[in-house]
Each structure stands twice: as C-alpha cells, then as structure tokens.
C-alpha cells in the first residue's frame, strides 16, 4: 500500500487536466467515514476537482498510451473522489457502510455491473443517467479487509473508463474482475 500512496503522489505531482467543458455535471456524494479511518491500518484519501484535475492533466504524456487515455478520460471530468480504507483483520469495518453511500443515490442512478463473491470482494458499479449520457458514475468495491469507493463527477465514457483505471487511487476494477472471477463482469 506504501509503494501505491507514493506512486499515487508522483502520479498527482506530475498528473492530470484538460480544459473542462460545460455539461451536464454528476452529482458528489458523501464518502467521508472519520469513523471508519480511525479504525483502518491505512487510508486513502483522494480529492480532485475541476482546478486540480486541470492542473495535473498538464502533466500527462500524450506519448504514452496509458496517459493520453487517462488525459482523454478526464476531459471534461469535474472531479475524481477516492476513499480507500485498509484493515489488519477482516471484518473490522461495517460492511452497511456500503447500503449508507447507497442511499445518497436518487432515481437518475443506475446499477450497471454487480459482482458478489462469498469469499473475495463485492463490486457495485453505478451510473449517473441524464438521457443517455453518463454524468456520474460511483465504484464500491468491499473485500474482507479493504473498503474502497470512487465517485467520479462529469461526462463518463465507458469505453475509455479502463485509461483511469490506476490512476487517481481508481482500482483496476475491469482487470481485477477478469482474473478474480474469470470471466466478464456482467450488467443488469
């Protein structure tokens, strides 16, 4: 977890933005647990906005193809908010955490991918709905010792949703459920 702070801050330090266009913006949900940190071994505490998203964008290479998807990605993003919480042993957090963050999602808020495990990790994924277009989108991801949610606020492409992915403390939510399940994750 040390190794990923630090390469998270590096990744800050030298990171992200793009001009943000004006569109339809997603909503911030509430991800603040003090209650929950205290009791974590490590916390992950990651608070992007609009300034800071193109502040690091500036820093992003557009030779490399991690980057320039990460650049491409966050065009247009208003922000990007991580809470990662780790514990020493499992069962040491309240897993209705989870059903709390849940209840801040009004209609426009759809699940579109569930994957429930008894013995590794359940992962939610939903999106902000405006028509057709993604405004919002919200990743919970709970293990037995780790607890992490993403909520990211603007425009979302799905298709370019993977170029995030590692970066920003966003979990590499579509390569981990390939390896942990073996398959495709699947929508509702």
């Known amino acids: 977890m040390t190794r990923y702070i630090i390469n998270l801050l590096l990744t800050l330090i030298a990171a992200l933005a793009l001009p943000i266009t004006a569109s339809a913006q997603g909503t911030r949900l509430n991800l603040d647990f003090p209650d929950m940190a205290a009791k974590a071994s490590e916390t992950v505490d990651v608070t992007l906005d609009g300034a800071m998203l193109r ?39 309240d897993k209705v955490i989870a059903e709390r963050i849940r209840t801040q999602l009004g209609p426009s808020w759809k699940k579109i991918v569930k994957v429930t495990s008894r013995t590794k990790e359940d992962v939610d994924i939903y999106a902000e709905m405006h028509g057709d277009a993604i405004t919002g989108l919200l990743i919970i991801s709970a293990e037995p010792r780790e607890f ?17 992915e590692g970066q920003f403390g966003i979990p590499h939510i579509t390569r981990d459920l390939k390896s942990k399940h073996g398959k495709e994750e699947h929508h509702e």
Not at 156 to 161: G, S
Request: hydrophobic share 40%; glycine share 10%.
């Open 148 to 164: 992490t949610v993403v909520n990211i606020i603007g425009p979302v492409d799905l298709e370019k949703l993977s170029g995030l």
């Open 55 to 93: 502040l690091a964008g500036k820093f992003l290479s557009s030779n490399d193809a991690d980057e320039r998807a990460a650049k491409e990605m966050i065009n247009g993003l208003s922000g990007i908010y991580v809470r990662s919480y780790e514990f020493e042993h499992e069962g040491e957090y």
